[in-house]
């Protein structure tokens, strides 16, 4: 092997090292170090191929990590250059359902809702591509907020989500499409009337907020306008 080889070698254990250490943004080092390469993605700007490492960000949970990665973006509309597939969607519905209720920063629930909004925006459409369950869409309408009006962001994009489901078409009164759409129109129901709640369509235990939700550690320097 080169030295020219080994130092390539040597170079990605050390990158790949690195970042996993960043992303676990346990110290306050790490943090500064992912709010700065964040900063860095905000500038380069999301493109199918780097969208792993902006989805990564997310994943950590930090705020200033987070505020970032999107400031001055628009964040309804942070995915809408990416083409959905099943991958996708599966992976949003992942990090959402791996987060209880309260337990993820509003931000990113904004941007992960924007998107489903937008792939079920075409009711038929967004369900030929991925078909969530009852239970998926338990554990997505759970970050509905019966403290907020409908018009606070997370409930208004959320209500839109549920109610493009519930116009799902289907030819008879049973079978899955029929038993999402129902339960979809259920929850959104619910929701909006003053006499029902949530714990009649939703699991209680899902309802459940996080105790243990944080900002996340905060980096060293954190710079303000």
């Not at 970042?19 to 676990?24: G, K, L, S, T």
Request: glycine share 6%; hydrophobic share 40%.
């Amino acid at each position: 092997m080169s030295i020219k080889e080994a130092f390539r070698e040597t170079s990605d254990k050390f990158k790949l090292r690195y970042m996993d250490e960043v992303f676990q943004v346990k110290e306050e080092h790490a943090v500064m170090s992912a709010v700065t390469y964040a900063s860095f993605l905000n500038q380069w700007g999301l493109q199918p191929d780097n969208f792993v490492l902006f989805f990564r960000c997310m994943e950590i949970g930090n705020k200033y990590v987070i505020d970032a990665l999107t400031e001055g973006k628009d964040l309804e509309h942070f995915f809408d250059g990416i083409t959905p597939t099943y991958g996708l969607v599966n992976q949003v519905f992942k990090l959402l359902e791996a987060n209880k209720k309260g337990g993820i920063y509003e931000k990113v629930l904004v941007i992960l809702l924007g998107f489903l909004n937008n792939v079920y925006l075409s009711p038929q459409e967004g369900y030929d591509l991925y078909s969530p369950d009852i239970e998926e869409i338990n554990k997505l309408a759970k970050f509905l907020d019966e403290t907020k009006k409908q018009d606070f962001p997370v409930n208004r994009i959320m209500l839109d989500i549920l109610k493009h489901l519930d116009e799902l078409d289907w030819e008879e009164k049973s079978g899955p499409k029929y038993t999402l759409a129902k339960h979809a129109g259920k929850i959104r129901s619910n929701f909006l009337d003053d006499t029902r709640h949530l714990n009649q369509s939703i699991p209680s235990i899902l309802l459940e907020l996080d105790p243990d939700f944080t900002d996340g550690i905060k980096p060293p320097y954190v710079y303000q306008d």
